[in-house]
């Protein structure tokens, strides 16, 4: 089974998750990076506002080939209870997506809001099957039983 997670992270949480996990399961990391190069500030209150909206930002790699994988594994941080617009950049990006299975997981300081939910729609209209969806709250981080779990839900959609 070959593994892609696809991972945004500004603060190291959600590439952190990524990270352990891939240690766990194997894959291949594609690291999406914003290129509105927020600060500490602007990314509350300009990238906030922007992934209130579901827009996208411009992003680094611009598109992204997940053909050649069985699996995709989506992570983001939540922005103002939402994806941030470089992962939603990601996701309009993906090519050769249709028909695959998806993991979705994001971090978040407090509560994911419509993140989780607003990436699968996304995602199913891309014709990418959405088997699971995780939340790591800041508590959460460190959790190696809620870990354990989104490892669990990775294989278990590599399984046919």
């Not at 997670?5 to 194997?26: M, P």
């Not at 500490?40 to 906030?48: E, L, N, T």
């Not at 839900?153 to 399984?159: R, W």
């Amino acid at each position: 089974m070959k593994i892609c997670y696809i991972c945004h992270s500004e603060s190291g949480n959600t590439k952190g998750i990524s990270v352990r996990c891939i240690a766990a399961t194997g894959g291949e990391t594609i690291e999406v990076h914003d290129l509105q190069h927020y600060n500490r500030i602007s990314k509350y209150i300009v990238g906030g506002r922007r992934a209130m909206k579901g827009l996208l930002d411009p992003i680094e790699p611009s598109v992204i080939d997940v053909s050649g994988y069985d699996v995709i594994v989506i992570g983001s941080p939540v922005w103002a209870g939402r994806p941030t617009p470089a992962i939603n950049a990601a996701i309009d990006a993906m090519k050769g997506c249709e028909g695959k299975k998806c993991v979705i997981f994001v971090t978040c300081g407090g509560t994911p809001g419509e993140s989780t939910t607003l990436m699968k729609k996304v995602l199913e209209e891309k014709k990418v099957e959405v088997v699971g969806t995780m939340v790591f709250a800041k508590k959460d981080l460190h959790d190696e039983v809620k870990l354990k779990g989104l490892v669990d839900l990775i294989m278990k959609a590599g399984t046919p």
